[in-house]
Structures are given as C-alpha cells and as structure tokens.
C-alpha cells in the first residue's frame, strides 16, 4: 500500500516536473516569437524609410516588368550610384559631396568604380545648362543627379545609394570601424566636436565620425579630388567588405534600424540578400578604379573643374565594356584600342 502511494506521488511530481518545463518552454517560444515578430516589424519599417523609388520607378505600373527587376532576374550586369549628401540647414535637397558610381558584372567578374568630382561642370538636363554637378541635387534631389550622370557618362543607372554625414558614420560604426591605408599624414577637423585629429601614414582603424573627416579633407591632399576620391573608393569598399562579411549578414536587420533615417535607396528589399550574394562571389576579385582627369579652372569668380573630353571619353568605354554581358567582346574591344590608358590602380 505504501509502496503504491509512494509510486504514485513521484508520478504526479514528475508530471508536475514535466507541465513545469513544458510551460516555461511555451513561455519562452513565445516571447522569442513576440521578439522576431516586434524585430521584423521594426526592420520593415525601418526599410519604409530607407525605400525611395525614382520618379520614374513611380512611373512603372508594375514592377515586375521592370528594367531593373529584369536585370537582376537575368543576373546582368547593374549599376549602383553612391551619393554622399552635405546637408544645409535652409536647403531642401542639401548638396552631393560624393558621387561615385560602380558597374558590377557578375558574369565577367568584374567591378568598376568612377568618382565624379563635385565641382565637375556638366550639362544638368533638369536645369537645361550647365553648372556644377552637385548643384543637380540641391535644385531636385537624387532624381536630377541620376539623370545628369547619365547625361554625363551614357549609360543607365539601375540602383542608387544616398546618404548624409550622419548616415555614413552610423554605417561605418554598424559594421565595427574600417581599416585604411593613409597615404600621408595629416589632421582634420572632425564633425560635431571640431576636434582636430591626426591621421598618421600607414594602417589605421577609424570609426564612423573618424572615416567622415578623413574621406571628406581634400585641401590638404597633395592630389587635390584626386586623392580625395582615392580614400573615398578606399573607405567604401572596406565598408562593402565588412556589411557583406557572414558575421554582419546576420545582423542585417540591426543595419537597416541604424541606418533607417539617414540612408536612401531605390534598392527592393527583396534584393539586399541577392546583391550581398552576388558581391560575395566578386569579393576576390580586382577592383577596376577609373580616374576622371580635368582640368582646375575659375569662371566669373566660381571654381570649376572641367573633365577632359579624351578622358571622359575613355571612362565612357570602360563602363560600357563593363556592362556588356558578354566578356569576350568587351576584351577584344580592349585588345583593338590603340589608346587605352591603364586605369586600374588595384583593389
């Protein structure tokens, strides 16, 4: 009889045991199902805020049908415009201080990047004149900008990244810092504190309010835009490498809240993993860096910078080589050039 009791009560204490675990288990499913569902609202809205179609991606009833979609759905070759934007207090638009645009071809393997001085003087055809390409986004945004590169370089532009200063140094910071090589030593004035800080030649790491100052000085740079845009290329391609590592995929949605008010793209969502994995299968592979020669010149008083036609013209080739999907006939179009200028400075 005692026996019986006893076997009894251990049943109902292992059951209680059991219901016990069963519960906090259910507890803690569901509070981790609460987190990833507030967690993907969050990372959708966050994504609301970065989405800014083009004027003319509005224009397209249906996306699916669309250039870009189309491309991306053949895995052709793209292009993504990089837009850094000085914002001004009374401004509407604010100015582009960086631009640089990249060509990617998964199927040759190959990556091109271009900087666009800010005070290149090119024809804005919103405006209907010229004047200096950064005046294209103070007049109408990233909508006039895009259609004065493609004015200015012939060829389509599928993607676009912006971003003010803020957002650059929360990207930089979301990714954990960026490596570089400084070519030279010398001190800038950081952003917000106006503390000068030395960056010294050689391999340093800098976080995100660190790589604005040092991408942005160009008074000091004995090549002038030149070397700006070679540190500009430098700082962004770290950044690429480290967004699209596997560690920082994983926290992806982490990226998007950070940089949610301060970045924008007419990039779907449905495609961030597809670039990332299309860039993961080009990260071995050079980087072919196009320099935009000009000439320093002043017109009633304003500075400019006026590209030289012959290199303009060459750039031109290079990107639309870049684009072609087919690699044999970019290469022996390259191979019947007499003229051809090497361009490419590494990775």
Do not use: C
């Amino acid at each position: 009889m005692t026996t019986s009791r006893q076997k009894k009560r251990k049943t109902k204490t292992r059951r209680k045991i059991l219901y016990t675990i069963l519960i906090i288990s259910m507890i803690l499913l569901s509070g981790v199902i609460v987190f990833a569902t507030n967690l993907s609202l969050q990372t959708k809205n966050a994504m609301n805020k970065i989405y800014e179609p083009l004027e003319r991606d509005k224009e397209t009833k249906d996306d699916t049908t669309s250039k870009i979609d189309n491309a991306k759905a053949e895995d052709s070759a793209f292009t993504i415009l990089l837009a850094g934007i000085e914002n001004e207090e009374k401004a509407k638009y604010g100015r582009s201080d960086v631009l640089i645009l990249a060509t990617i071809n998964p199927k040759t393997e190959k990556i091109s990047l271009v900087s666009i001085p800010r005070d290149s003087r090119v024809y804005i055809p919103d405006l209907g004149y010229k004047d200096k390409i950064n005046h294209s986004y103070a007049n109408g945004g990233i909508n006039y900008t895009i259609n004065a590169v493609e004015e200015l370089l012939d060829i389509p532009i599928d993607y676009y990244v912006s971003t003010d200063f803020k957002g650059f140094e929360d990207i930089v910071d979301t990714v954990g810092g960026v490596e570089v090589d400084v070519p030279f030593t010398f001190s800038a004035q950081l952003t917000g504190s106006l503390k000068w800080k030395k960056y010294t030649e050689g391999p340093m790491f800098l976080d995100g309010n660190e790589a604005l100052a040092y991408v942005r000085m160009r008074k000091k740079d004995p090549q002038g835009d030149m070397g700006r845009n070679l540190r500009q290329k430098q700082v962004i391609q770290e950044i690429i490498n480290k967004a699209t590592s596997i560690s920082n995929i994983a926290n992806i949605d982490d990226m998007i809240k950070d940089v949610g008010n301060n970045v924008k793209t007419n990039i779907p969502s449905s495609e961030y993993f597809s670039l990332i994995k299309t860039y993961q299968n080009l990260k071995s592979s050079p980087i072919e860096q196009l320099q935009l020669e000009g000439d320093d010149t002043t017109i009633k008083g304003i500075y400019y910078f006026i590209p030289k036609e012959d290199s303009l013209e060459e750039i031109k080739r290079q990107l639309k080589l870049n684009l072609d999907d087919f690699g044999q006939n970019a290469q022996s179009e390259m191979n019947k050039s007499t003229t051809v200028h090497d361009l490419t400075i590494g990775e």
